[in-house]
């Protein structure tokens, strides 16, 4: 295929922001009662939005109330703020697509607050991005819908058939196979398996090819 743009997810793929966002909701979540290990949480809730978490902690009894969302973003967008760190080598690969005139944009679940909170502790990203994300709740079309990275390629003018998109989860993974786009799946680092317990960081191996 001949690649004219790529759509790059955000957390775990440009932003080191998952393992602090899962040890803050492990530790959230086990106040409200409902104690869950970092394995049993990506399965339930990666790449999902934070209103389904609240869906589903609530039908497993944690009873999280009508504020808990807006809540937990306050905690989270500080937290990104003051410590989400760039994936390696995310600045250099757009180097590259700037050079190779491929176009870029990014299309996370997670709201353009969360997405400026983490990208724009980096003001160089941000400045190149900033006009690029598309966010699937505040375009009411979160994953695993294909809507949101149709309209990213709408944005950028290019075919779906002649966009690759780069994944870490598997909701964003199901959803890019409806629109026509080959994908770029990442294997991540283990997250820190018990809340205060560090671990090692995330870190992204791109492969070679898409599938």
């Given at each position: 295929?001949?690649?004219?743009?790529?759509?790059?997810?955000?957390?775990?793929?440009?932003?080191?922001?998952?393992?602090?966002?899962?040890?803050?909701?492990?530790?959230?979540?086990?106040?409200?009662?409902?104690?869950?290990?970092?394995?049993?949480?990506?399965?339930?809730?990666?790449?999902?939005?934070?209103?389904?978490?609240?869906?589903?902690?609530?039908?497993?009894?944690?009873?999280?109330?009508?504020?808990?969302?807006?809540?937990?973003?306050?905690?989270?967008?500080?937290?990104?703020?003051?410590?989400?760190?760039?994936?390696p080598?995310?600045?250099?690969?757009?180097?590259?697509?700037d050079?190779?005139?491929?176009?870029?944009?990014?299309?996370?679940?997670?709201?353009?607050?969360?997405?400026?909170?983490?990208?724009?502790?980096?003001?160089?990203?941000?400045?190149?991005?900033?006009?690029?994300?598309?966010s699937?709740?505040?375009?009411?079309?979160?994953?695993?819908?294909?809507?949101?990275?149709?309209?990213?390629?709408?944005?950028?003018?290019?075919?779906?058939?002649?966009?690759?998109?780069?994944?870490?989860?598997?909701?964003?993974?199901?959803?890019?196979?409806?629109?026509?786009?080959?994908?770029l799946?990442?294997?991540?680092?283990?997250?820190?398996?018990?809340?205060?317990?560090?671990?090692?960081?995330?870190?992204?191996?791109?492969?070679?090819?898409?599938?």
């Amino acid at each position: 295929m001949s690649v004219k743009a790529v759509l790059f997810d955000c957390d775990g793929v440009l932003v080191d922001s998952e393992p602090m966002t899962f040890l803050a909701l492990q530790e959230d979540l086990a106040a409200h009662g409902l104690d869950l290990t970092i394995p049993q949480m990506e399965a339930l809730f990666l790449g999902g939005t934070l209103e389904r978490v609240q869906r589903v902690a609530n039908d497993m009894g944690a009873g999280l109330g009508p504020g808990w969302c807006e809540a937990f973003y306050a905690r989270l967008y500080a937290m990104l703020r003051d410590r989400a760190e760039l994936m390696p080598g995310v600045e250099s690969l757009l180097d590259r697509l700037d050079a190779a005139g491929i176009a870029y944009a990014v299309g996370s679940n997670g709201r353009r607050a969360k997405m400026q909170a983490s990208l724009g502790r980096h003001p160089a990203l941000w400045a190149r991005l900033q006009d690029r994300l598309f966010s699937g709740q505040d375009l009411g079309c979160p994953k695993p819908a294909p809507d949101l990275y149709l309209t990213a390629a709408a944005f950028l003018g290019v075919a779906p058939a002649d966009c690759v998109v780069v994944e870490d989860s598997g909701p964003g993974r199901r959803r890019r196979k409806r629109p026509g786009c080959a994908a770029l799946a990442m294997r991540r680092r283990a997250i820190p398996r018990r809340c205060g317990r560090p671990g090692p960081r995330s870190s992204p191996i791109w492969p070679r090819c898409p599938d």
